[in-house]
């Protein structure tokens, strides 16, 4: 046989063309698999942040609502702000929407259209949000949560807030658009805490109390501050004001499953424990309390002992007058606190004020809730009751002054019976009035700002402004010298 080496080189070429060729698809599968665990990895990131940042208690409207459609209630001062569709619909959501203008509306509460977005979206804190954070969740929103091609009812606050380009103003007031840069001088946990407690979970926005403008006063950073009906406690390290008198254990329970052995929670901190808190990592908990313990102190003023150091469990009571109360029924129109409580509270949290003895039901005794001097928070309770859900199971309670009730109790009875909680189990000091009772079933009290756009009075002081222009300008006028002849 007689060997052609053009022949040799040409199978040679092929077979190395061909072994190329799998080198050059294996490349493609292996590169292609890595950008997809890179991608899936980003994915879950920006999930877990999603659960971090609460997206879901503001932008699913309850239960029945699809997750991220918008259309829940936000109650501020100015009127009901309803939460906007974020899922990738391109019609009715953040479909069409860059990574840049995700960005921007997120950290700078501006849309794609030039529109602003009212600070009841905390963009405020999320300002500081890092851009491999803020990539993360764009993918996140992008790619795993589903489209709902639905609009989510428009707000419409009254004049003048319904300027939305009033908000242009109030962000070069207020806004600090700066990235959270890490503090060198502490630890990595202590940095991881504070980015969660400052930016991702926005504590400050219901932790921190308002100026008139409605922007946070940073010098009470933490001190508490009013949410509608709700009281957000003080977060500062203060041993009687603050969380400076409860174990790290303590507030990783609270944190993790809303309840501990000083308080339950309920209002929007059961909101944000069962859309958000709960899915935190353990570290990332001990992060936030570890940051938490570093936060000046602020005491309230007057404030003596901790909240949760009142009450003691009532042991005098009678057992057949008690009974006989708990026979009645919600109808009588008892105004009495103690067969009131006998009648609606005393079958789970039990006559003594100690609950039952394995915690489902809380004691009133030695609670944050009914020690505070501020009651508000008791009373918002009693009002919209108690609803939250963690690790798969509900915690409910009926809310006593809820319209859905066959007969709620009157602005009278939740005074009284929530004077007879205080004064049995847990701070004596405080009093609850049926106005009180009024205004936090209102939705809380009305804020200055409020106030002062009332109609009435922007006229009068449109009509002021008007006088005074008038008066200079005459008094201009008297002063101008006269031509002569």
Not at 48 to 62: F, V
Not at 64 to 78: D, E, K
Request: aromatic share 8%.
């Amino acid at each position: 046989m007689i060997f052609n080496p053009s022949v040799g080189v040409s199978v040679f070429k092929r077979k190395t063309q061909a072994i190329a060729g799998l080198s050059a698809v294996i490349a493609f599968f292996t590169l292609s698999s890595a950008v997809l665990a890179a991608d899936a990895e980003l994915i879950a990131r920006g999930k877990y942040l999603a659960k971090g940042a609460d997206c879901s208690a503001c932008h699913t409207n309850g239960e029945a609502g699809a997750a991220f459609a918008g259309g829940y209630a936000i109650h501020s001062p100015m009127g009901e702000i309803y939460s906007t569709n974020i899922t990738p619909s391109k019609q009715y959501g953040i479909g069409s929407y860059t990574e840049e203008q995700f960005a921007r509306a997120v950290r700078e509460g501006v849309r794609p259209d030039g529109g602003h977005l009212y600070p009841a979206m905390p963009y405020p804190s999320y300002s500081r949000m890092t851009d491999e954070d803020v990539k993360a969740l764009y993918a996140y929103f992008m790619n795993e949560v589903p489209a709902v091609d639905a609009p989510a009812k428009e707000t419409k606050l009254p004049f003048p807030f319904s300027i939305r380009a009033s908000m242009i103003g109030w962000n070069l007031l207020f806004l600090n658009n700066e990235r959270f840069m890490p503090d060198a001088g502490h630890s990595a946990e202590w940095n991881r805490g504070k980015y969660l407690v400052d930016v991702l979970a926005h504590c400050g926005d219901c932790h921190t109390p308002r100026n008139l403008l409605m922007a946070s006063d940073s010098s009470q950073y933490l001190a508490g501050g009013d949410v509608g009906p709700w009281h957000a406690p003080n977060l500062t390290s203060d041993k009687v004001s603050g969380i400076g008198g409860w174990s790290d254990e303590a507030l990783q329970s609270y944190l993790l499953t809303g309840k501990s052995e000083h308080a339950r929670t309920s209002g929007p901190m059961a909101e944000a424990v069962q859309h958000s808190l709960q899915y935190l990592t353990v570290d990332d908990t001990k992060a936030m309390i570890a940051y938490l313990r570093t936060v000046a102190p602020i005491r309230t003023a007057g404030q003596t002992a901790p909240d949760f150091s009142h009450g003691e469990a009532a042991t005098s009571y009678d057992i057949a007058a008690t009974a006989s109360r708990r026979g009645g029924t919600v109808l009588t129109n008892t105004m009495d606190g103690a067969d009131l409580y006998e009648q609606v509270c005393a079958s789970c949290h039990q006559s003594s004020g100690a609950g039952t003895r394995d915690g489902f039901y809380p004691a009133l005794i030695k609670n944050t809730t009914t020690g505070q001097a501020n009651a508000t928070d008791l009373v918002a309770t009693i009002v919209y009751g108690v609803q939250r859900e963690v690790g798969g199971h509900e915690t409910l309670m009926p809310g006593f002054g809820e319209k859905s009730l066959v007969q709620p109790l009157t602005d009278t009875q939740i005074a009284s019976v929530s004077n007879y909680v205080l004064k049995t189990f847990g701070n004596a000091s405080a009093k609850v009035t049926p106005q009180d009772v009024a205004t936090i079933r209102a939705g809380g009290p009305e804020a200055l700002l409020a106030k002062l756009a009332d109609p009435k009075i922007l006229a009068a002081v449109g009509i002021a402004g008007l006088v005074v222009i008038v008066a200079v300008l005459a008094a201009v006028l008297r002063r101008r010298p006269r031509a002569t002849a």
